[in-house]
C-alpha cells in the first residue's frame, strides 16, 4: 500500500454512459498525475496537477475526459460518453514537487471495461 | 521524458535463480527509474539511478547504468515467487513519466 487510493476499483459500464473516477493522494503530496494503461501496455500519461492548478494534459484526453482537483487534494477523472475503446486500467499517483525524478507513488488503479 | 524500451519483453525463470532485464533509450537523461507492476495493481517504484551514478543496489536488486550506450540493467538476484511481476524502467526524469511495454517475468516456484 503505497498510501495513495483510488475509487472505485472496478467499474463496468454501458457505451454512452458517464464515469467518475476518485484519488486521494499521499497528504503531503502537492503533485497528482493521471495515467491509463491497455492490456499489455505500459501506463500512458494523461494528465496532472501541482495543487489544484492543471499543468499539463496530454492529447489522450480528448474532450470527453475531464479532470479536476478543486481543493488541491483528491482529484476526480469524468469520462462522458463512454466507448469500448476507453476500456484499460487508470491510475493516479502522487509525488512532492521538488523537481523531475521525484518519485511518483501509484495507486492500486479503477479498471474500467466498457460494454 | 523519453520512452525507455525493456527487453526481453518476456523471461521465465525458476525460483532461485537470477534475472536480468534491459532498458534502452535514446537521449541523454538526468536519471532513470525501474518500478514494478503486479498484475492487474499499480506500481511501485523500486530504484532510481542518477546519470552520474554507474551502478545502485537495493537489497535483492542491483542497478547499472551505461550512459555512453544509453543503457540500464536491472539484476533480481535469488528470485522468488513473489517477483512475479512486470518491470518498467523510465528514462528521464520530468514530471510526465513515459513507459515503454515491460518486461514480464514469471519465477516459477
Known amino acids: 500500500d503505497t498510501g495513495v487510493s483510488q475509487d472505485p476499483r472496478h467499474k463496468i459500464t454501458k457505451r454512452g454512459q458517464n464515469v467518475t473516477f476518485r484519488c486521494d493522494p499521499i497528504?503531503?503530496?502537492?503533485?497528482l498525475y493521471w495515467y491509463r494503461q491497455t492490456l499489455g501496455q505500459g501506463p500512458e500519461f494523461l494528465t496532472y496537477?501541482?495543487?489544484?492548478?492543471?499543468?499539463?494534459k496530454s492529447r489522450l484526453l480528448s474532450d470527453r475526459f475531464s479532470a479536476e482537483r478543486p481543493k488541491g487534494s483528491f482529484s476526480t477523472l469524468e469520462i462522458q460518453r463512454t466507448e469500448q475503446g476507453d476500456s484499460a486500467m487508470y491510475l493516479c499517483?502522487?509525488?512532492?514537487?521538488?523537481?523531475?525524478?521525484?518519485?511518483?507513488?501509484f495507486g492500486p488503479g479503477t479498471r474500467l471495461l466498457v460494454l | 521524458s523519453q520512452q525507455g524500451e525493456e527487453d526481453p519483453q518476456a523471461l521465465s525463470i525458476q525460483e532461485g535463480e537470477n534475472a536480468t532485464m534491459n532498458c534502452s533509450y535514446k537521449?541523454?537523461?538526468?536519471?532513470l527509474q525501474w518500478y514494478r507492476q503486479n498484475s492487474g495493481r499499480g506500481l511501485v517504484h523500486l530504484i532510481l539511478?542518477?546519470?552520474?551514478?554507474r551502478e545502485k543496489h537495493s537489497g535483492r536488486l542491483r542497478v547499472t547504468l551505461d550512459t555512453s550506450k544509453k543503457s540500464s540493467s536491472l539484476l533480481i538476484t535469488a528470485s522468488r515467487a513473489a517477483d512475479t511481476a512486470s518491470y518498467f524502467c523510465?528514462?528521464?526524469?520530468?514530471?510526465?513519466?513515459?513507459f515503454g511495454k515491460g518486461t514480464k517475468l514469471t519465477v516459477n516456484p
Open positions: 499517483a502522487s509525488s512532492r514537487e521538488q523537481g523531475p525524478g521525484e518519485t511518483q507513488y
Open positions: 497528504s503531503e503530496h502537492n503533485r
Open positions: 496537477f501541482q495543487n489544484e492548478a492543471q499543468l499539463e
Open positions: 537521449t541523454s537523461i538526468n536519471n
Open positions: 539511478i542518477r546519470s552520474n551514478e
Open positions: 523510465e528514462a528521464g526524469g520530468s514530471e510526465k513519466l513515459v
